[in-house]
């Protein structure tokens, strides 16, 4: 059975990798280097396959029991809100220890970060490695992230992509990521819209499931937690308040007691989900709707139109879900607008428009729904009522993947951050950046730059530094360029070089108007360093610097200063200065 399983995974990943040859153009990996990669990774994904077959049957023992005891004690104390994390994981540990698979996942992770768990990279390198052999397909994720970046292992770009193909293809939502990010970029593969299309597309399936079942809570806590704050924390747990559902109950009934139409319509959405405190009830919530919509709340109108569009504690009625999303979007409501697009685009209660449903949906992606964004992919995707446009296609999904619930990995980095445990945060990073987080890539190349990191050189820390910046502006982070065009500059991690190091304060001045870069090409022309030495250039880009940000003037200004004086050396080294004693005044005049 498992045998069938394998090889059936093997030969898919043959044919992905015939299906990847490369000709597309290539944006970061050279030609060559992707040839050479493409063999190994075809050598190595041999080998492991090999060591799948070796694998031997397992039987059930009183230690897996045990161990399935410890991981659900764990499990329950993370599930708790105010959970207490450090003795779930003392508990995992010991469950991995028996032998538990998922604890395993766990511990391997929380070793490799450094989180929850002292780090110990050797400890996650044997459990990833172990089931990895198992088939695993989050533990070839973290096998890849290894390879990929270094940790623990010597960095091989070929088998990290084998470990990624083996995942992605098991379905780990992370490995489907990073491969997607990697055909998007063309890191170590030839790039390819269509192939990061299909995996950024699968994994953003994923999320927006998970949002529709949860209904997009983010959004509305933002929005509501000036009126209903309190019961709202209670009823979605937050910072510091336990999940509470029976207090998050007497809250809003006291406030729709009092008059309050958030409140009212919150008590809909707790019927109509059900919760611990209350029992899923049709009739009620469609109550609490109707009277939050009668007073004209955009949420109640909006929950209103669910109740008639999916005909739960009334008859269904697309009119009157039209309606009620009509009014919510008035006001609006974002999930109203989001309802009103898959109302256009599915023709319910309505002629069928593409049109107005891109427009619903614009709006709502405005607002930051990820279903609007969800939605519009699949339009771009599909060529439905617009052009189809990969490279549109795969920004919007890639949007949603990152908002997959691993996000809150950036809000731990960067608490890890400053507390000062700068090697767990930039692990924590590292993985990010792997999955494609354009701000991970930006602040693991902060963190290697600024401070010491233990397990690696200076050296060692610029080079990988560089690379960070580069992926940070291939996806049009501005300052990333300018520290590209820096590095190039004073030779950090790289040989000196002017010249590449102007051509990317030139694209960073050109597409995105950095002030910085701006100053520094004004610079590298008064000196004549990679560019043409041009005193009248070097004060072009000066002012364009002082006009592009305010903050550029007093460095500007200082810059004309000394320029004024070049400028007046200059013109007498080329107009009279056939006079030796002429030079020398201004030359001792530049020099006080
Ligand atoms: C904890 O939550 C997960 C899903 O989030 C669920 O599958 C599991 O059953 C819960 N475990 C306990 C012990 O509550
Ligand atoms: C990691 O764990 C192993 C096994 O428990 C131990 O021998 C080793 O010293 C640990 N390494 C570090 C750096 O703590
Ligand atoms: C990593 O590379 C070094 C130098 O090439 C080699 O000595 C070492 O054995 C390698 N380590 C592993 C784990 O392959
Ligand atoms: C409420 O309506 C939904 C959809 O029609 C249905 O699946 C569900 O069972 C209903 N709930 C109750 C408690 O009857």
């Avoid at 490695?129 to 695993?136: I, Q």
């Avoid at 697309?318 to 309606?323: N, S, T, V």
């Avoid at 729904?369 to 920004?395: D, K, P, W």
Wanted: glycine share 8%; proline share 1%; net charge negative.
């Amino acid at each position: 059975m498992k045998m069938i399983n394998i090889s059936f995974v093997y030969c898919k990943f043959l044919l992905v990798f015939v299906f990847v040859s490369p000709h597309v153009n290539i944006l970061v990996s050279g030609k060559k280097d992707i040839e050479q990669i493409q063999d190994e990774s075809r050598l190595y994904s041999e080998e492991v396959t090999r060591e799948f077959f070796d694998e031997s049957e397992e039987h059930v023992t009183v230690e897996q029991i045990k161990a399935q005891q410890l991981f659900e004690n764990a499990q329950e104390l993370l599930n708790r809100t105010r959970s207490n994390e450090y003795e779930a994981y003392m508990l995992l540990d010991k469950a991995a220890e028996l032998g538990h698979v998922e604890a395993q996942l766990k511990v391997a992770w929380a070793r490799i970060l450094g989180k929850h768990l002292k780090q110990n990279v050797s400890i996650a390198e044997n459990l990833f490695e172990k089931l990895a052999n198992e088939g695993n397909p989050e533990a070839q994720m973290g096998l890849g992230f290894m390879y990929a970046t270094g940790i623990g292992k010597n960095s091989s770009q070929a088998k990290a992509l084998v470990h990624y193909m083996f995942g992605a293809l098991g379905g780990s939502q992370w490995a489907q990521m990073a491969l997607a990010y990697r055909y998007w970029s063309g890191i170590s593969v030839a790039s390819s819209c269509e192939t990061a299309l299909t995996y950024y597309r699968k994994v953003s399936q994923k999320v927006a499931e998970e949002v529709s079942l949860t209904g997009g809570r983010a959004v509305q806590r933002i929005r509501l937690l000036d009126e209903v704050g309190l019961g709202q924390l209670h009823y979605q747990g937050g910072r510091g308040v336990e999940l509470d559902h029976e207090r998050a109950l007497n809250y809003f009934i006291q406030a729709a007691e009092a008059g309050n139409a958030n409140a009212m319509a919150f008590l809909g959405k707790m019927y109509m989900e059900g919760s611990p405190a209350v029992k899923q009830d049709n009739e009620t919530a469609f109550k609490y709707f109707k009277k939050a919509a009668d007073l004209n709340n955009a949420v109640g109108q909006s929950g209103l139109g669910l109740m008639y569009l999916h005909g739960r504690g009334v008859e269904q009625d697309y009119d009157q879900a039209l309606k009620y999303f009509s009014l919510a979007a008035k006001q609006a409501w974002v999930d109203g607008q989001l309802q009103l697009g898959n109302m256009y685009f599915a023709g319910l209660g309505v002629r069928r428009d593409y049109k107005m449903a891109i427009k619903y949906f614009n709006l709502a992606s405005q607002s930051g729904h990820i279903l609007a964004f969800y939605n519009l992919a699949q339009m771009q995707a599909s060529g439905t009522g617009m052009i189809r446009s990969c490279h549109t296609s795969v920004e919007l999904f890639k949007n949603v993947a990152e908002r997959g619930k691993w996000g809150e990995l950036l809000m731990e980095a960067h608490s890890l951050y400053w507390n000062g445990r700068h090697t767990e945060s930039l692990a924590t990073y590292m993985l990010l950046a792997e999955l494609g987080y354009e701000v991970a890539q930006s602040n693991a190349a902060f963190i290697l730059d600024r401070h010491d990191i233990d397990i690696l050189s200076k050296e060692e820390s610029y080079a990988r530094a560089l690379m960070y910046w580069g992926r940070a502006a291939s996806q049009g982070y501005a300052v990333a360029r300018v520290k590209l065009g820096d590095y190039h500059y004073y030779g950090f991690g790289t040989d000196v070089d002017y010249e590449t190091a102007a051509a990317h304060y030139r694209l960073a001045s050109e597409q995105q108007h950095n002030a910085q870069a701006m100053f520094n090409l004004g610079y590298m022309h008064e000196q004549g360093l990679g560019l043409k030495q041009d005193i009248h250039l070097a004060k072009r880009f000066y002012d364009m610097a002082a006009e592009a940000s305010t903050d550029a003037q007093v460095p500007v200004a200082l810059a004309l200063a000394k320029l004024g004086f070049l400028f007046i050396f200059k013109y007498f080294e080329e107009v009279c200065c056939v006079c030796v004693s002429c030079f020398f005044f201004f030359k001792h005049y530049l020099e006080l």
